[in-house]
Each structure stands twice: as C-alpha cells, then as structure tokens.
C-alpha cells in the first residue's frame, strides 16, 4: 500500500536580495573607482602619445587559491591535449560516444574529496565548474578568447571568453560555453551552457581585496541506455556501420541538471601600513541551487521481440518525471596574523546548510522515504601557511562542532629547488559525510527509493610529485574505509536495478604516473604511463591497471615563420578491466562484474597550426577503429567513438 503526501516546496535562502546584492556591487565598486590603467595601449603627456607595450605578465589569470597563470597563446603538446569539450588535458578519463556526455574514470586518483555532504549525481558533472574552478582576471588590455570545434553531427562547441580591467584595481570578464550536438546513436543529443561572471576588486591602498562570480549553468542529455544487443555491434555487420540501426534501450529518456551560484571571497587588512606583521580579516561566501531531473516517457523497452523493463517495475505507467532539489549556503569566517619571518597563521570558523529535497513523502509498507534532507553544520580550525626561498607549505585542520562528526587534516609542502627541480608531498586525513543522494533519493521507479543513514567515509591520501629533467613523476597511496557506491542488485541480467551501498572492509589504492617527452631534431616523443593497484577484498573499486599515452609529432616554422606547424599520431590504450557501467536514473556509475571493456588501441592523427594568435586544429580521431575491430567501449553497453574528422580553433584578441 502506497500514500503520498504532498508538502509545499520552499526555498530556505533568499536568492532575489542575494542575486540583486551580486549584480549591484560592481556598479559600486566601479563609481568608486577613478584612476585610469597605466598599462593600457597609451596615454597623453604635454601633447604626446606615449605608447606602452604591455608584458605578458600582465595578463594575469588567479585562482581561489591564489595560484597564478598568465596568458599564453602557444602551440605545444599540452595545447593539444586540452583541445576538447572540458578544456583541459583529459588523459584518465574515457569519454562516451558524443560530445557532452560523461565520463568514465580509468584514474582514480583523479577523484578530489571535501568533507562536507555534496548534491550527488557526480556522472553529470564532469563539465559542472564548480567554485574552486572559477578563476579571475587581471589585465593590461582587454583579452577575448574564442574557441570553437566541430561535434559529432548537427551542432558545435563554442566557447567565448572576455575580460578587461577598467582600472588596474578594477576587472570584469564574461564567458559562455555551449555545446550542442546529436550524435551518431538514436536518442544521444547533447545541449549544454556555461554562463560565467566574475570580478575583482582591491582598494588604491591594497588594504581590501574581493573576487566574485556568479554562474548559471545547464547539461540536458537524451539518455539511450546504450545498446540492447552486444552482438549486433561487435559482430561487424556491415548493415550496423549506420549506428542509428542498433537497437538502444530508450527512445525519449533524458536527464536534466541546472544550476546557479552566487560566489563571494574577500579579505581585509585591519593595520593601515603593510608591515613585518599584518593582520586580516576575511570571509567567504557560496550560495549555490541545483536541480536534477530525470524524464522517461515511455516505460517499457523492446529487445527484439522481448518487452524489458530495464529499471524494474514503476508506480507510473508513463511518464515518468523525477525531480531532485538542492539549495546550499556556506559562509566562512576568518583572522589572519602574517609574519614575514614565521608565515601566515589563520584561524576559521563556517557554517553549512544545505536543502536536498522532493515534493512528497513516500509511504510504503516496508519503509517511509522522507521528502528532505537538511543539514546544519559548524566547524572551527585552523591553517598555517609558510613561504620562504625555496619553500612554501600549507598545513590546514578543521573539524565539525556541532553534533555530526567531520574532519579534514590536510598538509602540502614544496621544494623549488630551481627551474629544473620541483618536489611536492601532500597528505589527507578526511573523515567525509555522505553525498546526499546516497542517503536519500525518489523516483517512479519502485526499487529506486531509499533512505538511508550511511556511516562517513574514512579516506588516507599520501602524494609526492617530482618535476625533474628526466622524468615528471607523481605517486600516490590511498586507504578508504566505509567506501560508498552503488551497484546493481538485479538478479534478471536485462534489468538495471541500482542502489547505493557501504563496503565494510578496507581498500588500499595506489597509483604511479610518469611523463617524459624525447626530442631528437624536429621531432618529439611524448609519453604519460600511469599504474593502479588496488588491493581489497573484493571488487568494489574498479580501475585498468595501465593506462598509457604516447605521441610522435613533428614541428616546424613554414612560409618565413609566419605558420608554426604541430602534427603527429597518438595511442591511448588502458588494460582489460571490469569497467563500471552508468546509470541515468540516479545520473551515477555503479560497479558491475559482468563485463570487461579495454585493450583496444585507440590511435589518433592531427595536424594543428599558429598563425599569429590563432591556432587552428585538425584531427582524424580513432582512425583505426575500422581496423582493430568492434570491441571498444566506453562503458559495458556504451560504444566509445568511431572514426571521424574533427577540427576547430581558438583565437586570441588582446593588444
């Protein structure tokens, strides 16, 4: 017997006087500014125009940590391993067959923790920026960015960047990233967007500094649940060279994630001189919303001649429209005393809470599923930073004050020994709530509503990275206790039932990674290996135990160094491994002992070229998938790409 009650959704934060705060500051920061950019393309004195060129570092691009890049409109290897739909170098991760969709992880070590309970649904953010990811400029003349590169079919991938300073204490930049693009395989069209803003501000006295941004950002994906006969694929069957042929699960499924924030991190120093000793105040803010969504119009599937109910048995017939709600707001609080001789030691305080929501309260025979879960939480610690020639270390602990028990023990220190040599250590002791949807979630789907009250997850991390003439080297060893996932507790083979879970013993994880590039000549050989072992009971953390990378290329200066030429071919290749599968109910991967994916070589050949400030690319990926035959996947019943021709460009605008 089944009842549901209906409660009145709300929105527990004040998102319009927030948003309206947000929107008005800059206008306030602006009238208060009035000196004007030295850096700029001149300026007049006694009648003349003195021209000033403006160094490239002063196309400054600034973390939330403070780590700084500068503007760089070269063409080098690593350029091309970021040309792609995430923007930066993917090596560890297997992209799905169209552009837009997730990823699965072949390096685990790839995976960043925070203690603090998260939204879930980590499948459908693997283009989701989050704060930590948003940087902020300074510049001495206006920069635009444009990027663009052709999809897989009907569509393209855009991304617009453009920032300026009104006055040297004064920027403002605007981005948008979008993608659409259907893809070779029936019901897999991609629709994204990534709307950013951002600004920094400091006084004329250097005594207060703010950066802030806001986001807005969607990822609709058609959801086909993969293909219904391996076969099919895998027998090379000339008929099926045309995808839209092969039978898939869903022809109207898709899932929906969106979501907002609004960012504000600022600091002030309290004496009125910077001196041998300063204090500071400082205060963080993230209100963030998001919204999950999951449609399936028609319920059942046909495999064949067989109908199939993939997810198991529904409350609905049809139509089927799960919703998930999540609101967040942190404020963090800080006091900083800085010694030029001892460092910078910060004490804190925050506060968490967070909103993960639905509609109704589900009334079952054997259990009550909740319609919210709400979090309060506090905590209080303590971080020192030092910085001294070829030094510099952070060491940072917090732990909960309130009654849920969470901590967070983390210690880097580096070693500069000069521009050949750089060492880094890390450690981290975590002890992390849940993410929300394993603890509760609702659908239609009748095995796919729990609640539950997992214990925390206990997570050890031990790195060291060595940057050496020789080798570029990174190794880390990882402990995980109470370790979280999902799985598939089906016992019909053509079903996909998931459900999170808690593994009770201990599971050790290493990884080593290793890079280095040969030259001889023109030419250049770049290769990035990486090894995991996992040492555990049994097979809950599933990752290839090789992983590689290698390009050829040759470069050259054509047309009196007015083009600047890279082209060569790149193998990736990962071992046999019993890959984990996704799930586009609960937008997840889950593990699964059915099948493995890997051992195919996956080659592809480009040529790119600089013009100027515009660097073009052209790339013929997977060119040998005709040749090696169908057994490359990204997921068990998801084919990896086929052959195809891509290109596209980014050019750069600035003085």
Known sequence: MVFFLSLPTYNMFMKQSSL??????????????????????????????????????????????RDTTYLDTSLTIQREYSFNYLRKDNFGLLAFANEGQTYNTLQYSLTQFTPYPEFGFKAKHFNFLEANQIKYSSVATPVTELYFKSVMQK?????????????????????????????????????????RYTTSYNTLNKRYFANAHFTYQDILNEENGGITTISDFENEDPKYDNRQRLEIYFKDAKSFLKGKRVFLDHFMRINAKKGANNLYVSHQFN???????????TVPSTVGVQTVYRFGDSYVTSGINDQTHYNKMYNKLGLMYENTTLGKFQFFADDFRSNYYYSQILIRDDKTIPASLTRNINSAGGQYEYQKKKWNGKFLYSRSVTNQSLSNLEAKLNYDFNDDYQFSFGYQNLNKLPNDNYNLYQSSYINYNWSNNFKNEKINSVTANAITPWVEASVQFLTLDDHLYFENIATDESQQIVNPNQYGNTINYVSVKANKEIKFGRFALDNTVLYQKVSQQDAILNVPQIVTRNTIYYTNYLFKKALFLQTGITLNYFTNYLANDYNP????????????????????????????RTRIYLKAEHFN???????????PNNPYRDFMIRFGLIWNFFN
């Open 625 to 635: 998938s005709s040749l090696t035959g169908n057994n490359f996947y990204s997921a």
């Open 287 to 297: 209100y963030e919303n998001k919204f999950f969504e999951y449609n399936q119009a």
């Open 585 to 612: 109910v609960i937008g997840e991967f889950f593990i699964q002992n059915k099948k493995e994916i890997g051992n195919y070589p996956n080659f592809d050949f480009f040529i790119n070229a600089r013009i100027q």
């Open 20 to 65: 309206w705060l947000f929107l008005l500051l800059p206008s306030f920061l602006l009238a208060q500014s009035k000196d004007r950019l030295d850096a700029s393309i001149g300026r007049v004195k006694e009648g003349q125009l003195i021209d000033k060129v403006a160094a490239m570092d002063q196309y400054r691009f600034i973390s939330i940590e």
């Open 155 to 195: 569509g393209q991938s855009l991304d617009a960047f453009f920032t300026l300073n009104i006055s040297p204490r004064l920027n403002f930049s605007i981005a948008y990233k979008g993608l659409r693009s259907e893809g070779k395989y029936i019901n897999q069209l991609s629709s994204t967007g990534n709307f």
